[in-house]
């Protein structure tokens, strides 16, 4: 079976390695539309974004996470959040969050840039809180890195499909 959705899905790799580079404004935004044109639960579309090219603020995250390197090489970061105004249900509305940062990651390949979704950093959230400004009622779901890939040969593997098929009934 082949589509260019399914092949994108497959194809799209983590990217942590980028050129120096700058994404633009309009870019990020394109990003951040695929995001919001995931599914939610009742549509309520909980997810806010936070963009952040300033290198100084960047130096400043790449603190809080073991990928320092990444967030320092990328040109780009958007720390993705749920408002809590907007929320209905705290696994549903992860698993909204989730759906967001993987079309944002496949908008990313589609616009030939390389991304990776950060999730250690969240050990540091209120740090990260800190960082980027009063937030208030948003809850830190990931970070994620954005940039131009400077090598695109990154391999991944998943396990048999068997594996995870529980039964077929
Ligand atoms: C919830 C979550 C958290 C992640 N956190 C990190 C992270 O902090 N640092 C990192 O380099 N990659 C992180 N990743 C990326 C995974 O390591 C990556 O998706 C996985 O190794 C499979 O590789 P692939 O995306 O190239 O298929 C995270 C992915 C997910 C879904």
Redesign the pocket.
């Known amino acids: 079976m082949s589509s260019p959705i399914l092949t994108a899905i497959k194809q ?3 990217i ?1 390695d980028f050129t120096d580079q700058a994404v633009d404004t309009e870019t990020l935004h394109e990003i951040i539309r695929a995001g919001i044109w995931a599914p939610s639960g009742l549509n309520n579309q909980p997810w806010r974004f936070i963009i952040v090219t300033d290198a100084t603020i960047r130096a400043r995250l790449s603190e809080q ?1 073991h ?1 320092d390197h ?1 967030v320092l090489a990328a040109p780009a970061l958007i720390a993705v959040y749920l408002d809590r105004e907007d929320m209905y249900d705290d696994l549903k509305d992860a698993q909204s969050a989730g759906a967001c940062i993987q079309n944002m990651l496949l908008a990313a390949e589609a616009l030939d840039l390389g991304a ?6 969240l050990k540091n959230r209120e740090k990260v809180g800190r960082i980027l400004g009063p937030v208030g009622n948003l809850e830190l779901m ?1 970070v994620i890195a954005i940039g131009h890939p400077s090598r695109r040969d ?1 391999q ?1 593997h998943r396990k048999p499909l068997a594996e995870f098929i529980v039964n077929e009934l």
């Open positions: 799209r790799r983590s942590r996470t990928y990444i990776v979704w950060l999730g250690q950093i990931a990154q991944s």
